[in-house]
């Protein structure tokens, strides 16, 4: 397999959040897959197989599991594909459903890549997993945004979303890896969203990603997703919106996401940024 090295919402190599990328995954299984991931390291590694139908299905593994979606892997697999084939609309078929993915280029010659997520949805986190939760983290109810209430977040891939009522709070990430991943494998958790209003539009996140074998993700595409449908769905924030999420500013790995959210209900959340080969 050839394998590609990119990072996603970002311009600069020195931000956003790095990923692998096998254009043509053809005969690999799963522990082939599985060892590249963990060879190559980044949180995510995407591999498409090409199907006779004109769509990819694509897979996605951390060095330690498989996931059924990632957005940032989905970003830059996405530009290396245009790269190599002129730009244009994708469909993928992935783990969670059927994700499009449309690549242009900018005014600057970017090569920029706009995902449409599966249909998001919320869920309640039960009060024993939210006391479990927040102790892990050292949050205490009062460091909670009231205004955003905590919630399972879906757009491929779930998330429980708790927001800061302080950039300082966001600012503090401290926490027991183990523990946490326990947690979040008992609720089939894939990163959790830790989350900070900066105004109606702009956020910025943060996002502990044990499952995936690191600490923090530096740039979260299926968390801006989930997120976005998190939004609309509690009527949060008025649609169709668009949203910028600033992440990995905390670790130094500076990314911006862009989210779209559509008023129809039914519909994905779109999700946009650009990637660079490494």
Sequence with gaps: M????????????????????VLDATGADDAAMLATAAEVGYSETAF??????GALDVRYFS?????????????????????RHG?????L???AGQVTVT???SADGTLVATLVSVAPRTAPIEAGDLAELLAILGWSEADLDPALPPRAAFAGAWHPVLAAASRDRLARLEYDMAALGTLMARN???????????SSTVFHARNPFPPGGVVEDPATGAAAAAFGGYLRELGL???PATLTVHQGVDMGRPSTITVTVPAETDTGIAVTGPAVRL
């Design 188 to 198: 089939g958790w894939t990163t959790i969203d830790l989350v900070r209003r900066e």
């Design 103 to 105: 690549t242009d280029r």
């Design 2 to 21: 050839e394998i590609l090295h990119y990072v996603a919402f970002s311009t600069d190599p020195q931000g956003g959040n790095p990923a692998g990328v």
């Design 237 to 239: 924030v008025p649609t």
């Design 48 to 53: 498409v197989v090409a199907s006779g139908d």
């Design 87 to 91: 730009t244009g609309r994708l469909l």
């Design 93 to 95: 078929r992935t783990a």
């Design 63 to 83: 060095p330690l599991a498989e996931v059924p979606f990632c957005g940032h892997a989905t970003i830059a697999m996405a530009v290396a594909h245009a790269e």
